[in-house]
């Protein structure tokens, strides 16, 4: 990774909350990670952009295929989504 930097932010409580509840969950295996995960899938440039473009587009896919009886379990949901956001932020490393 290369040198580090300690940096103060302030964030509202509610993002706190849920960066600490990512990392108790095993998504992270520190605050530290986890921003720096954001970040990377961020990227500064813009390229958030575009991955929030082909989320919406994932999710008007499934939502075109899902027949309308269909109930999704929020939690899988939520895990996969996850799972997604970090193979974005691995192929930045």
Known sequence: MGKTERLTVDLPSELVATLREAVQ???????????GAILRVWGGNGDFVDDLESLREMVGEGLAEADAGDVVDADEVHAELR????AIADRRK
């Open 25 to 35: 969950r095993g998504d992270f295996g520190s605050e530290s990670e986890a921003v």
């Open 83 to 86: 799972g997604r956001i970090k």
